[in-house]
């Protein structure tokens, strides 16, 4: 299973740790520290630097009515 937190740090700055759990062990973790413009999406900067921690979610598509 993935664990993911991610945690604004200023509008420009987030920091995204990506959990690895087998059971009840961890069995891996990795931090990302991300720059970002204030305008853009935490989730979708994180989303970019590791898609690997998102693969298992559903794709959310967007379309215009």
Known sequence: M???????????HVLFTVTVVEGERIRSRRE???A???????AEVC???????FAQEPS???GGM
Do not use: G, M, N, W
């Open 2 to 12: 993935i664990e993911k937190t991610i945690d604004l740090v200023d509008d420009e």
């Open 32 to 34: 990302y520290h991300l």
């Open 36 to 42: 970002k413009f204030a305008h853009q999406d935490a």
């Open 47 to 53: 989303r970019q630097a590791c898609p690997e921690a």
């Open 60 to 62: 959310v598509q967007s």
